[in-house]
Each structure stands twice: as structure tokens, then as C-alpha cells.
């Protein structure tokens, strides 16, 4: 069994994989191509923003959204500890300083009162640092609280950037990702539920001027033409092969996120009921796209007993995420030791997450839930 099965969605979809990748060799321009701006209009539509720019990655979203609210030395951006490096990586790659808040023990995303807490901290102990913005993930697919957040965020005069690099096409009470914040980051990574055949991302806003210069960052800076350059940039582009690829994946990607969520349904039905083990929960109103199904077990060596019954039975695991980011060696110089965030740091201790792909059959499932309970 596969953990992701990419194989089973190229399957379908082959012969128009094809045709897009040969139209790109055949008008060769594989740099800013048509497919790009194809592309872009297709995220923007189905995600409902205003505009979109479509980027190398996730990561570059990240940091290019960043850059266009010019966060650098001297500023704190808030986000959370339970999620992927990347999200804190680039705060502290412009030379801003993370500051965690911890994740609620349902949803495992950020919880908005401890955001405001860590805010109201700051302005005590660090009054050198300015606070500028939030980065909310929706982890697993499920979006964060954005009610919840945005009086916070108000409260201190900071900007909110959805991480939706797990969670393109979920919905926040009737709204999807990518409309519910000023500027939201997604990835396409080839594991996430939209994704290419390398790297890619994009950013969506509702923003005008902020996508401008999103889209000046993107290419180094430039100005009216290729060799003005009016600020620093980075080379952050889509290439259009990968391009061509997402459009032949968008096109199935509602039908995905359908399929996903009936898999979704499917275990929680059969999962349940087995004592120790926390399925996923999602608040009322949203919409997760089940980029993971991860569940709770009681603590470390439970988590470890089933995941050695799974993998006896062929069925792979994976642990997102063991180590939050507040005790990673790379954030060792930020003044933050094991126990400050115990949320994050228990559910890091029982977490793992099951195979979870739009093409995960009753069957399979049915063996993933029997070697849960044999
Ligand atoms: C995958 C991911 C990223 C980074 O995306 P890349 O395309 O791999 O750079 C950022 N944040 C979160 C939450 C992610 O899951």
C-alpha cells in the first residue's frame, strides 16, 4: 500500500499530462510561458481570490509575501510550532524573529488566544522588536480559526498570512483558502493535494498592489523591463512545465477533494470506535482537504506499538510532526526550552498520520483499520 499513491492519479490523467507537456516543448517557452498565467487565473477562480502568482514553492510563497510587507531585522512574526520548518524558516531567513504560540489539542492549529498572550508578553519583555504579522497554518488540510485570529491580529495591528501549503480547496465557512486572509501561501509539492512533478507554489491575494509586487520579487526585483531593477528580489518563478502539469490536476481537483473527504468519512467511521486512538475532528462550518489523516494514540510507546502492527501488515506511516519547531536545533539561539509549549509538544509525542490519497479504496482501508485492532 502506498502512503500517497501519485501513481494511481497519473493513471487517469496521463494522456492529458502528456498533451500539456508536449505543447510547452513545442512552443518552447519554458520560462513565464502562457501556462503560468493559465494557471494563475485557474487558482484565483477556484480558490476565489483576486489574484494569484504562482511560484518555485511553498517556501517562496512564504517568503516572497513576507518581503512584500517588508518584514526584516527588528520585526516578530507570530506562527505556530506544530507545523513544517518552512513556515518559521523564512521568518528568520529575512532576519525577523519567530515567536511561537501554541496549537489548540482539537484542531492542532494555532490557537488565537495564546497569540495574543505571546503578543501581550512581548510588548513587556521585548519592546525593541515590533510585532508585524501572524502566520496561520491549516494544518493537515484543515484551516485555521481566521474568526478567531483576525480581532487579535486587529487588536495588535498585525497582518495575518494564511500557510496553505497543506490545505488549497479547503473551506472556512463557505469560503475557501486563498480568500480567507489578505495573502495566502500554497505549495505543490508533489505530496500535497495539489501538486506538480517537482517544486512549485503560489501566492493568493486580494491585494492589488501587494500582488504587483509580489510579481517584481518574483523576478529579481524588476521594474517596467527586464533590466530595471527597483528592489531586491529573487528568482521565484513557476516553471511552465510544471504549469502545464497543475492544469492537467486542477481540472480533477474538485473531484479529488471530494474523493478525499469520502476516505476521510470512510475511516473516521471505522476508527472511532477503537480504544486509544483520536481520529481527526473538524469544527462545524469547515472543510478540511485531507492533505493527512493523522490520528492520536495514547502517548509515544502506544504510537509506536501500532505503527509497528501497520508496517507488519505492509501499510506506511509517517509522523508529522516529531520535534516542534520550538526545540529544532536550528532555533536554538530563540529563548525557548522543552515545556512551553505542551500542546504541541504532546501531540508531537502521539501523533502519526495513515495512507491518505484520493484513490485509497474501501479495501485498503478496511486492512489499515484491522491491523489497528488485530
Ligand atoms: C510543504 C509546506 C511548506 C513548504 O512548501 P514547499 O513547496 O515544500 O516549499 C510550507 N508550510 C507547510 C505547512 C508545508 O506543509
Not at 64 to 89: H, K, N, Q, R, W
Not at 212 to 230: A, E, F, T, V
Not at 258 to 286: F, H, K, M
Amino acid at each position: 500500500m502506498q502512503f500517497i499513491d501519485l501513481a494511481a492519479q497519473q493513471d487517469r490523467i496521463r494522456e492529458k499530462i502528456d498533451a500539456r507537456i508536449r505543447t510547452v516543448l513545442d512552443h518552447g517557452k519554458y520560462i513565464m510561458g502562457p501556462e503560468v498565467a493559465e494557471l494563475e487565473a485557474g487558482l484565483a477562480r477556484f480558490s476565489g481570490a483576486r489574484e494569484a502568482i504562482a511560484c518555485a514553492s511553498g517556501t517562496d510563497a512564504l517568503l516572497m509575501s513576507l518581503m512584500a510587507y517588508d518584514i526584516g531585522p527588528g520585526d516578530i512574526v507570530v506562527t505556530t510550532p506544530f507545523t513544517f520548518i518552512a513556515t518559521a524558516e523564512v521568518i528568520g531567513f529575512l532576519g525577523a524573529t519567530p515567536v511561537f504560540a501554541d496549537i489548540d489539542p482539537v484542531t492542532y492549529n494555532i490557537d488565537a488566544e495564546k497569540i495574543d498572550d505571546a503578543v501581550e508578553t512581548l510588548k513587556q519583555t521585548t519592546p525593541a522588536l515590533t510585532p508585524k504579522a501572524i502566520i496561520a497554518v491549516d494544518l493537515f488540510g484543515l484551516p485555521a480559526d481566521y474568526d478567531a485570529i483576525d480581532p487579535v491580529a486587529r487588536k495588535h495591528g498585525l497582518v495575518v498570512i494564511d500557510d496553505a501549503a497543506q490545505s488549497f480547496g479547503a473551506v472556512y465557512k463557505g469560503q475557501r483558502t486563498g480568500s480567507l486572509t489578505e495573502v495566502a501561501c500554497t505549495s505543490f509539492f508533489p505530496a500535497k493535494p495539489l501538486g506538480c512533478y517537482g517544486d512549485g507554489g503560489a501566492v493568493l491575494t486580494a491585494n492589488p498592489e501587494l500582488a504587483d509586487k509580489m510579481r517584481s520579487i518574483r523576478i529579481h526585483g524588476q521594474g517596467s523591463d527586464k533590466y530595471d531593477n527597483i528592489r531586491i528580489g529573487i528568482n521565484g518563478r513557476l516553471d511552465t512545465l510544471q504549469a502545464a502539469i497543475l492544469l492537467a490536476k486542477l481540472d480533477i481537483f474538485e473531484d479529488e477533494i471530494g474523493r478525499r473527504q469520502e476516505a476521510a468519512d470512510r475511516y473516521t467511521r471505522s476508527l472511532s470506535e477503537l480504544p486509544g486512538l483520536i481520529t481527526p475532528s473538524v469544527p462545524n462550518n469547515y472543510a478540511s482537504v485531507w492533505a493527512q489523516y493523522s490520528v492520536l494514540a495514547e502517548d509515544a510507546a502506544h504510537r509506536t506499538a501500532l505503527q509497528t502492527k501497520l508496517k507488519k501488515a505492509g501499510i506506511p506511516t509517517a509522523i508529522y510532526y516529531p520535534k516542534p519547531l520550538h526545540l529544532q536545533t536550528a532555533f536554538a539561539h530563540l529563548p525557548y526550552r522543552q515545556g512551553d509549549f505542551p500542546v504541541s509538544e504532546q501531540i508531537a509525542d502521539r501523533i502519526f498520520s495513515i495512507p491518505m490519497h484520493p484513490y485509497l479504496t474501501a479495501d485498503q482501508q478496511d486492512q489499515v483499520a484491522s491491523a489497528l485492532t488485530s
